[in-house]
């Protein structure tokens, strides 16, 4: 079965320090998402992308936040200056379409802020 | 007031019992449902979309419920691999983004 792969599956950083967690959705999938939880919290929705642009985003991302598809496969999400609240589970996910359209989820970059 | 609101939880239940999760949300635009279940530290999966018309899979029921913009899940015959955290989500209309409730985590006991 297809998947969406992430790496890094965990990341330690230093507060202030730039991350960049990369993804590579499902090779038919148009649609592209990136969601975090915090341990013990629910699932968030920070941004979609679509058609190389940001298509929706949440209260969340802010401007310390940055998505790019740089090339035909892959997907990142950018962090400029890391905060200690940055610290959680990234998920990065892909769509075929919306509406009824399967989300599926990678598994994960556990993100670490020191 | 919550987006998505669920059965705070736990449920631990024996082997082989019926157990339900209800789950309400607030935004009258959402149009798409869906269980999702997130196994500890793990990705969320989906489980099954949510019709109006209700839907089974197996040991699965959904139900929707729109003018009460309820949602509930139905597993039948537990097993002890339906030990998670089962989470209910919502989209509003044509929007991309889901909303997901907190979760209510189920442990099935041998």
């Known amino acids: 079965e297809p998947e969406v792969t992430q790496t890094p599956s965990h990341q330690v950083t230093q507060m202030g320090q730039e991350v960049i967690l990369r993804c590579v959705p499902i090779s038919n999938h148009l649609y592209f998402y990136w969601y975090r939880q915090i341990l013990g919290q629910k699932v968030e929705f920070l941004v979609s992308f679509y058609n190389n642009e940001i298509s929706e985003k949440s209260e969340i991302f802010d401007d310390q936040f940055s998505v790019e598809r740089p090339d035909g496969s892959n997907f990142t999400l950018k962090i400029r200056s890391t905060k200690l609240e940055d610290s959680a589970m990234y998920f990065c996910?892909?769509?075929?379409?919306?509406?009824?359209?399967?989300?599926?989820f990678g598994e994960g970059s556990w993100l670490t802020v020191v | 007031r919550k987006e998505v609101e669920q059965d705070p939880g736990p449920f631990n239940v024996p082997e082989g019992a019926t157990v339900a999760f209800n789950c309400t949300y607030s935004?009258?635009?959402?149009?798409?449902f869906f269980w999702y279940r997130q196994d500890c530290r793990k990705e969320p999966k989906l489980l099954m979309s949510?019709?109006?018309s209700g839907n089974e899979d197996g040991r699965f029921t959904a139900q929707l419920n729109r003018a009460s913009q309820y949602i509930s899940l139905l597993i039948r015959d537990s097993k002890l691999s339906d030990s998670a955290t089962y989470l209910c989500?919502?989209?509003?209309?044509?929007?991309?983004?889901?909303?997901f409730g907190s979760g209510t985590q189920l442990t099935v006991l041998p």
């Open positions: 935004n009258s635009a959402s149009q798409s």
């Open positions: 996910a892909s769509s075929e379409g919306t509406g009824l359209s399967t989300i599926y």
């Open positions: 989500v919502a989209r509003v209309g044509s929007a991309r983004q889901l909303t």
């Open positions: 949510v019709y109006s």
